[in-house]
């Protein structure tokens, strides 16, 4: 893995290029070759940039003037957007059951030890979703949007570590945001269940088995294409193995002046 400084005046190595020492180098957007690995790595894009792969960052960086990329921005800044409202309405709602008490505790008791231990998680972990949220999408559009994302780009092109640590923080805000809406329907759950009155705690199983199935169809629908595009990587994808140096996932990534 290198990270040296770039030129702007350095072009990416296109895919299946032969480099200076005979062997075909892998595309700097591939994902790693390992099927968890990519899948891992899918995933993260899928949560990051809302695609299976960072290859439209490669069009970005050989003609930045492209019209689809700004219909892609455009679709980042609006989930990150709606991504921030919905963290925000966490927020509320967990702020409310922590700062008071249930009118009727055998009812709903939502203030016992753990859910409100959840409460504050929820509170906690949807506050830093909307704070980190709220600055990648000002790092983002401001990024984006003026001369330096070609330089920023190729940066990311050369160094793994640093593409995957930037698909991190892109993700993080969903990540916190989930964590955020699982503990807060968690607490609420626990106070249903532990409810004096019977109906409550079949109302409160009817929606936990609902949202169970709307989990695993979930699931079942959206898997499908990611894993269909791990298989088509590895069936369609040849490299030589022979002059292949291992661990390619850190490889160095080469480039050629223009």
């Known amino acids: 893995m290198t990270d040296v400084t770039v ?27 390992g099927t968890l690995a990519c899948l891992c790595f899918k995933a993260l894009c899928m949560i990051a940039v809302s ?61 016992s030890h753990g859910s409100y231990i959840l409460q504050v998680a929820a509170f906690v972990a949807a506050l830093i979703s909307l704070m980190t949220g709220t600055s990648v999408l000002i790092v983002y559009d401001t ?20 593409l995957v640590c930037c698909l991190i923080l892109m993700a993080y805000p969903s990540l916190a945001l989930a964590v955020s809406t699982l503990a807060l329907m968690t607490a609420v759950f626990i106070a249903g269940f532990t409810s004096d009155k019977l109906f409550v705690k079949i109302l409160t199983a009817v929606t936990y088995l609902t949202l169970a199935l709307l989990a695993m169809l979930a699931i079942y629908v959206f898997s499908a294409p990611l894993i269909d595009s791990i298989h088509d990587s590895h069936s369609t994808e040849q490299w030589p193995s022979s002059d292949e140096p291992k661990g390619d996932s850190g490889a160095p990534h080469r480039y050629l002046p223009h």
Request: net charge positive; hydrophobic share 35%.
């Open 143 to 162: 990024c984006y949007g003026n001369a330096d994302v070609k330089r920023i780009l190729i940066s990311l092109a050369r160094s793994r570590l640093r």
């Open 51 to 111: 695609k299976p792969s960072v290859k439209h960052w490669d069009d970005l960086i050989r003609d930045p003037t492209k019209g689809e990329w700004a219909e892609h921005k455009k679709m980042v800044i609006d989930r990150l957007g709606n991504m921030n409202v919905t963290a925000g309405l966490v927020l509320t709602t967990s702020a409310v059951f922590i700062s008071t008490n249930p009118p009727f505790q055998p009812l709903m008791p939502y203030a």
């Open 7 to 33: 030129s702007p005046s350095a072009s990416v190595l296109g895919p299946n290029r032969p480099a200076s020492d005979g062997t075909q180098q892998r595309p700097w957007y591939d994902p790693p070759q």
